[in-house]
């Protein structure tokens, strides 16, 4: 079991910057940094949707073409964290985003929300134009 809990999310202007927070408690016999992490993003009436992945050391990144070059993520293990900086903000960036955990022990990264276990409540992003 992991808890995950967002923040960071609010409201800014198009060309602004926001950087997402996530705060993973794992149950005993698994650490945090076992676990590969994503963001993802859902707009109102649209599906969930991937934005960016990391696995468990880092060394591996993914990123949603949409997002590529304007956002990044990072995790420090030490801190039980994730993040997501999102630069060049867009109004098509808002969405409810939300962090999960993939316990899998894959090769690469998933990309799709069914290879996820684990969710945060979600936190809101709103780009005004």
């Known amino acids: 079991q992991v808890q995950l809990v967002e923040s960071g999310g609010g409201l800014v202007q198009a060309g602004g910057s926001l950087r997402l927070s996530c705060a993973a408690s794992a149950a005993s016999g698994r650490t945090f940094s076992s676990y590969a992490m994503g963001w993802f993003r859902q707009a109102p009436g649209k599906e969930r949707e991937f934005v960016a992945a990391i696995s468990w050391s880092g060394g591996k990144i993914s990123y949603a073409d949409s997002v590529k070059g304007r956002f990044t993520i990072s995790r420090d293990n030490a801190k039980n964290t994730v993040y997501l900086q999102m630069n060049s903000l867009k109004p098509e960036d808002t969405a409810v985003y939300y962090c999960?955990?993939?316990?899998?022990?894959?090769?690469?990264?998933?990309?799709?929300?069914?290879?996820?276990?684990?969710w945060g409540q979600g936190t809101q992003v709103t780009v005004s134009s």
């Open positions: 999960a955990a993939d316990p899998a022990r894959r090769v690469g990264l998933a990309t799709i929300p069914v290879s996820y276990d684990y």
